[in-house]
């Protein structure tokens, strides 16, 4: 009889603890699965960064043959003013400079769509780092539920 109180007596006190063991084994699982979501976010902010940043550098590379073929054209404009006589030369010099001119359109074009790209890139950079925050907090978290359990 003295032995059946005793177990009864060790199932009562067992029986809490247990029920806080399930809670905090449930606090691990969801703090882990916010840190698996957090890691995803992560990797697909990664992924777009690197879409983004080729993006950036097809945008720069056009950017710069823009620049090379204005300069081309400056230097060709140059060349025909010594071989031609002047009115050739001053009909070749009007389409030069409409060239020169469509060829700044579209470094300003380049240069804009650039600046859109950094600022893109900012935007998922910002989200990238909540994500880094929210992956630390849950990651704060679960060391401190481990530190509970640990305690208790």
């Known amino acids: 009889m003295l032995l059946l109180q005793k177990d009864l007596a060790k199932d009562t006190e067992i029986h809490p603890v247990q029920k806080e063991l399930n809670k905090l084994q449930e606090q691990l699982k969801n703090a882990e699965s ?19 940043s080729q993006k950036l ?6 950017k710069e043959s823009a620049i090379k073929a ?27 400079k409409h060239a020169a001119a469509a060829a700044k359109v579209g470094v300003k074009g380049n240069t804009e769509r650039a600046c859109e790209i950094s600022k893109e ?11 880094m925050q929210a992956s630390i907090k849950a990651q704060q978290e679960e060391a401190e539920i481990f530190s509970e359990d640990i305690q208790r």
């Open 70 to 96: 204005t300069q081309a054209a400056t230097i060709r404009q140059d060349d025909l003013k010594k071989q031609t006589v002047s009115t050739l030369l001053s009909h070749m010099a009007n389409a030069t």
């Open 34 to 52: 916010t840190i698996a979501e957090a890691l995803a976010e992560l990797e697909n902010a990664h992924r777009t960064v690197q879409d983004l």
């Open 57 to 62: 550098k097809t945008t720069s590379e056009s």
């Open 121 to 131: 890139i900012f935007g998922v950079e910002s989200t990238v780092e909540q994500a």
